[in-house]
């Protein structure tokens, strides 16, 4: 009677093989996204950088602190842009 001894190389390489099978796969799915930008675009990510700061002090002075925070105010996690 033959027994049959897995060693811990032999489930490595199993292991190895099953993942790059679906490593391969998902990686033919995926759609790469576009590094280079249209100028329309830029523009757009331009201005939305620009106004995602907080209000100037003068404003708040000016304001007798009426407008106390930007409520436009978005974060890159929290909220997506289009």
Do not use: C
Request: glycine content about 2%; hydrophobic content about 35%; proline content about 5%.
């Amino acid at each position: 009677m033959q027994v049959a001894l897995w060693t811990n190389v032999d489930r490595f390489d199993r292991l190895e093989a099953v993942w790059k099978e679906d490593f391969e796969k998902d990686a033919a799915e995926t759609v790469p996204t576009p590094s280079h930008k249209s100028f329309k675009i830029k523009r757009i990510l331009g201005k939305k950088q620009k106004q995602n700061r907080p209000i100037p002090n003068w404003i708040r002075f000016r304001t007798d602190n009426t407008i106390r925070y930007n409520a436009k105010r978005r974060n890159w996690r929290r909220t997506k842009l289009g």
